[in-house]
């Protein structure tokens, strides 16, 4: 297929927060926090923008690949929501970078890596982009409701960067929404326009965590299905399972489904949190920081979103 990733960088916000910290303004504790979630800490940005983390993360990720700005062809974010609605955070990047070719947004919530390395892919294959920049960032700490004990402890803010190049590491990529509203969702306010009868201030992220679980363990096993049965391969054949990080619990369903050792499940949670979309890509930057990741290794990725969106692909490393 079309793509080989050949860098990462990432921007991390420097303020840490631990279990204790939150345990210290709302009625939690650190021991349901970690048992519940495999969640320790998470970084929460107090002085930096989104913009910053984006630009860190993908400086990092160029300056790494040995390129300048002027080489990327394409800047593609995957966030939520920006500094601004408009213009959208990859153009900040961009600007930021001194880039010149196109830059724009994409919202698939927590699967936004999977979906913005397929709309890559088509970029790579039309030939119209060479090398394109991805930039998942998400500061979660702005749209969660720190009273609601039920979501302020799952979430951190951050950055990932990945740079992708016409290669033939994608081996397989799908991506699916099952349409859905009501499970995870942050409402957008109505404004003051003098027009609207009942309007609605900016919400707060909102969930069923319990229907949201289920749904990402199902929707875990059943992407893995979908990608052996497509390359002909068995699990016993993937050497990591790259799996969004928003639960410890949901990666230890999913691995009891699949019947794969532990090893083969890297995670990073207990030091994040969930970042949404930035979840795989850091992930991956930190497998290859520390050498676990080999040439030639075979990996899964998997995410599921709101939406609900869901996403899976196979990259062999290297
Ligand atoms: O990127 C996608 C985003 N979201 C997810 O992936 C979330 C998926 N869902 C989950 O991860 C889990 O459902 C949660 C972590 C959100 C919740 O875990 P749970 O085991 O499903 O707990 P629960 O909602 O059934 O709540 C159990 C108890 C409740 O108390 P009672 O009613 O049993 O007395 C909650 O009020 O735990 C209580 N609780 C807490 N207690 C201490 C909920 N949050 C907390 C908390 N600290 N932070």
């Given at each position: 297929?079309?793509?080989?990733?050949?860098?990462?960088?990432?921007?991390?916000?420097?303020?840490?927060?631990?279990?204790?910290?939150?345990?210290?303004?709302?009625?939690?504790?650190?021991?349901?926090?970690?048992?519940?979630?495999?969640?320790?800490?998470?970084?929460?940005?107090?002085?930096?923008?989104?913009?910053?983390?984006?630009?860190?993360?993908?400086?990092?990720?160029?300056?790494?690949?040995?390129?300048?700005?002027?080489?990327?062809?394409?800047?593609?974010?995957?966030?939520?929501?920006?500094?601004?609605?408009?213009?959208?955070?990859?153009?900040?990047?961009?600007?930021?970078?001194?880039?010149?070719?196109?830059?724009?947004?994409?919202?698939?919530?927590?699967?936004?890596?999977?979906?913005?390395?397929?709309?890559?892919?088509?970029?790579?294959?039309?030939?119209?982009?060479?090398?394109?920049l991805i930039v998942c960032?998400?500061?979660?700490?702005?749209?969660?409701?720190?009273?609601?004990?039920?979501?302020?402890?799952?979430?951190?803010?951050?950055?990932?960067?990945?740079?992708?190049?016409?290669?033939?590491?994608?081996?397989?990529?799908?991506?699916?929404?099952?349409?859905?509203?009501?499970?995870?969702?942050?409402?957008?306010?109505?404004?003051?326009?003098?027009?609207?009868?009942?309007?609605?201030?900016?919400?707060?992220l909102a969930m069923e965590?319990?229907?949201?679980?289920?749904?990402?363990v199902n929707v875990g096993?059943?992407?893995?299905?979908?990608?052996?049965?497509?390359?002909?391969?068995?699990?016993?054949?993937?050497?990591?399972?790259?799996?969004?990080?928003?639960?410890?619990?949901?990666?230890?369903?999913?691995?009891?489904?699949?019947?794969?050792?532990?090893?083969?499940?890297?995670?990073?949670?207990?030091?994040?949190?969930?970042?949404?979309?930035?979840?795989?890509?850091?992930?991956?930057?930190?497998?290859?920081?520390?050498?676990?990741?080999?040439?030639?290794?075979?990996?899964?990725?998997?995410?599921?979103?709101?939406?609900?969106?869901?996403?899976?692909?196979?990259?062999?490393?290297?």
């Amino acid at each position: 297929m079309s793509l080989r990733i050949v860098s990462l960088g990432k921007g991390i916000p420097a303020h840490r927060v631990s279990n204790d910290d939150l345990a210290a303004f709302i009625d939690t504790s650190d021991e349901w926090i970690r048992t519940r979630t495999g969640i320790e800490s998470r970084y929460v940005c107090r002085d930096e923008s989104l913009t910053d983390l984006a630009t860190a993360a993908a400086t990092e990720a160029i300056e790494r690949a040995g390129l300048a700005p002027s080489d990327i062809d394409l800047v593609i974010g995957s966030t939520f929501e920006g500094d601004y609605l408009t213009p959208s955070l990859s153009c900040c990047v961009a600007e930021r970078l001194g880039t010149q070719c196109p830059a724009f947004d994409l919202n698939a919530a927590c699967t936004g890596f999977i979906f913005a390395l397929e709309v890559a892919a088509g970029f790579v294959e039309r030939q119209k982009a060479k090398r394109v920049l991805i930039v998942c960032a998400e500061m979660m700490s702005k749209h969660i409701d720190w009273h609601d004990r039920s979501t302020c402890v799952l979430f951190g803010d951050g950055s990932a960067a990945v740079i992708v190049e016409p290669g033939e590491a994608l081996k397989y990529i799908s991506i699916s929404t099952s349409p859905n509203s009501e499970m995870l969702s942050l409402p957008v306010g109505t404004g003051n326009s003098p027009f609207v009868h009942h309007g609605k201030t900016k919400g707060f992220l909102a969930m069923e965590g319990q229907k949201v679980f289920k749904f990402a363990v199902n929707v875990g096993a059943v992407e893995l299905s979908k990608a052996m049965s497509a390359l002909g391969m068995t699990p016993e054949e993937i050497d990591y399972f790259v799996l969004h990080q928003a639960n410890k619990r949901i990666i230890d369903s999913i691995r009891a489904k699949v019947g794969q050792p532990e090893e083969k499940f890297p995670m990073n949670i207990q030091r994040y949190g969930n970042i949404s979309s930035v979840a795989i890509p850091l992930l991956l930057l930190e497998m290859w920081e520390s050498d676990k990741l080999k040439s030639g290794d075979v990996l899964f990725l998997s995410a599921f979103g709101a939406g609900m969106t869901a996403g899976s692909c196979v990259i062999v490393w290297g």
